[in-house]
């Protein structure tokens, strides 16, 4: 028999709904026990984000999202690997504001 392919084909999909944008946007995430870590936002859409992490997030835990002036984000962590998680917002966040964050955090 022979070994399968270390890597499905099927998790080759992109499963994004919207467009993200590059960004590098320092910020803390709080989850729902008040604990915060340091994270830097490396990609936006108005549906999601992906972030660097210091210490890994639980899948399933609700976080809050803040950095300076911008809007505070709220959403699930949808999926973690060392140092880096994806987040689905709990509320779309606008086309608009998304541009206006994008623009000024622009890598």
Same mark, same amino acid.
């Given at each position: 028999? &022979? ?7 099927? =998790?080759? !999909?992109? &499963? ?14 709080? /989850? *729902?026990?008040?604990?915060? @870590?340091? $994270?830097?936002? $490396? /990609?936006? *859409? ?11 997030? !639980? ?5 809050? =999202?803040?950095?300076?002036? #911008?809007? !505070? =984000? ?9 140092? &880096?998680?994806?987040? /689905?917002? #709990? @509320? ?6 998304v541009e206006q964050i994008a #623009? !000024?955090?622009?890598?």
């Amino acid at each position: 028999m &022979e070994n399968p392919p270390s890597y499905p084909q099927w =998790l080759a !999909r992109e &499963e994004r709904k919207a467009e993200r944008h590059e960004l590098a946007l320092s910020g803390t995430a709080t /989850d *729902s026990r008040t604990v915060q @870590q340091p $994270v830097e936002m $490396v /990609d936006l *859409s108005p549906l999601g984000c992906r972030l660097r992490v210091v210490e890994p997030m !639980r899948v399933g835990s609700y976080i809050t =999202l803040a950095s300076g002036s #911008a809007p !505070r =984000l709220e959403g699930w962590v949808a999926w973690s690997r060392p140092f &880096e998680c994806g987040v /689905d917002f #709990a @509320q779309p966040v606008p086309g608009i504001v998304v541009e206006q964050i994008a #623009a !000024r955090a622009a890598p």
